[in-house]
């Protein structure tokens, strides 16, 4: 690094000395700035000899040295890992092929069998390039259009003479694929490039063939289009075979005659759609009638069903009024009957009670008048004759002995019952 800026200190003032030079010789103003611009040419070289001293220094010292090994054994880390990644990617694409998704894979071998036998699905193979050659086949199914170009077709429409000498320009469309398993022998045969311009002439063939026995009114029917169509799959198919190709469907997708024989057949089509539309409302006519003749069944039959209701009502509404009259009347008699035994039972009780009244009433005055007839009632009456005496004065001779004391009610009441007041119980 020192000896590097020392050179370019050396070239960078060798420049220096040529402009001078070369100033000088414009005169005294040129002079001037080759001095100045050699003085600026001597400081940059003295700085650059500085900084080449330093760089220097700071290379001997340690830390420099091992992080010069340490950078140094890293550089050929990354040197050996990318020589031996480019060495495997190298292997692999020389050693191994790939099978996209959709395709079939043929093998080859270059150098004596050829063609192998077999498809091979989408993967990676072992197969080293020189050796092996690898042929792709397409595993979708393909569409092949007989149609205008404004419509998306492939190629034009198919003319056809009808039966009855008219040309008819059909479109068709045809699904077609390879066989599975046959994407080997496709390739043996050299069909893998122009198997799709076979199955188009071929196709085009057997249609003229098949649709060439209906006339011009069969092709209005979609029935009998699409029996020519089932009927026409089976041939193509066995032509196919000799292309390792099979057909899934042919549809008809459009079918135009020429302009006048357009307007004729719009016309008998009118004519037909006409005869229909009349057909379709004499049914319909017919179905009204029909419709009405219904109603008035169901209107009479509903009639009936509402009166044979009625009835059963009315029946059924007069059976229960009989049976409320009947069970009103037995209530109201039953009413009678429970009033009158209740009254009877009433009158009985009430008399009884009045007997019994009448005989306690005896009773009470018989035993009342045993009792103040006896000695004790009349102690009794006397006590409350006693009892009762309200006199306001009462005058007495104390000197009579036949006086009572008053405060003696024994003896007063002895007087009361005449007995003599001075006797003594």
């Known amino acids: ?5 020392q050179a370019l200190s050396e070239f960078l003032a060798a420049i220096v000395r040529a402009v001078q030079r070369g100033l000088a010789a414009l005169g005294g103003a040129g002079a001037a700035v080759g001095r100045g611009c050699a003085l600026g040419v001597r400081a940059a070289g003295r700085a650059m000899a500085r900084g080449a001293r330093l760089l220097a220094r700071a290379a001997r010292s340690r830390p420099a040295r091992a992080g010069s090994a340490a950078a140094l054994t890293l550089a050929r880390t990354a040197a050996w890992t990318a020589v031996f ?3 495997a990617l190298a292997a692999g694409w020389f050693l191994f092929q ?13 150098f004596g ?35 205008w170009e404004s419509e998306g077709g492939d190629h034009p429409p198919i003319e056809v003479r009808t039966r009855d000498g008219n040309i008819c320009h059909l479109s068709v ?23 799709h311009q076979r199955v188009k002439a071929t196709t085009e063939k057997i249609v003229l063939e098949e649709f060439g026995q209906l006339t011009s009114s069969e092709y209005a029917d979609t029935d009998l289009r699409l029996a020519r169509c089932a009927a026409t799959l089976p ?34 089509q009118l004519l037909a759609q006409n005869a229909l539309m009349t057909e379709a409302q004499r049914n319909l006519e017919r179905a009204r009638e029909e419709l009405a003749l219904l109603e008035m069944r169901i209107e009479g039959v509903e ?60 009773a009470k005055d018989r ?43 024994d003896a007063l009441v002895r007087l009361l019952l005449g007995a003599d007041p001075r006797a003594r119980p």
Do not use: C
């Not at 080293?128 to 595993?139: A, I, M, N």
């Not at 049976?323 to 008399?351: C, G, N, P, S, Y």
């Open 85 to 87: 990644a480019l060495l």
């Open 303 to 362: 009639k009936r069903v509402r009166a044979e209701l009625d009835t059963a009502i009315q029946e059924r509404f007069a059976v229960g009024r009989r049976r409320i009259v009947a069970l009103e009347q037995e209530t109201r008699e039953h009413d009678r009957r429970r009033k009158a035994e209740a009254q009877a039972e009433h009158d009985r009780l009430v008399a009884e009670g009045e007997r019994a009244l009448s005989r306690a009433a005896g």
């Open 113 to 147: 069998a050829g063609i192998q036998p077999g498809d091979h699905a989408p993967g990676i193979y072992l197969a080293p390039r020189g050796l092996t050659s690898w042929h792709l086949v397409e595993r979708r199914t393909f569409v092949l259009d007989f149609a």
């Open 367 to 409: 035993l009342a008048n045993e009792m103040y007839g006896s000695e004790g009632g009349r102690i009794l009456l006397a006590q409350k004759a006693a009892q009762n005496l309200n006199l306001k004065s009462v005058i007495l001779n104390a000197n009579d002995p036949r006086v009572p004391n008053v405060l003696d009610l």
């Open 1 to 5: 690094m020192r000896a590097f800026l």
């Open 173 to 195: 469309s045809l699904l077609y694929r390879v066989q599975p398993g046959a994407a080997s022998a496709l390739v043996r045969d050299g069909l893998r490039l122009s198997f």
């Open 235 to 268: 041939r193509l198919n066995a032509l196919f075979r000799d292309y390792h190709v099979q057909a899934e469907a042919l549809l008809v997708t459009q079918f135009l005659f020429a302009m006048q024989y357009e307007k004729k057949l719009q016309e008998t």
């Open 98 to 110: 790939r099978v996209p998704a959709g395709f079939v894979g043929v093998r080859q071998a270059n």
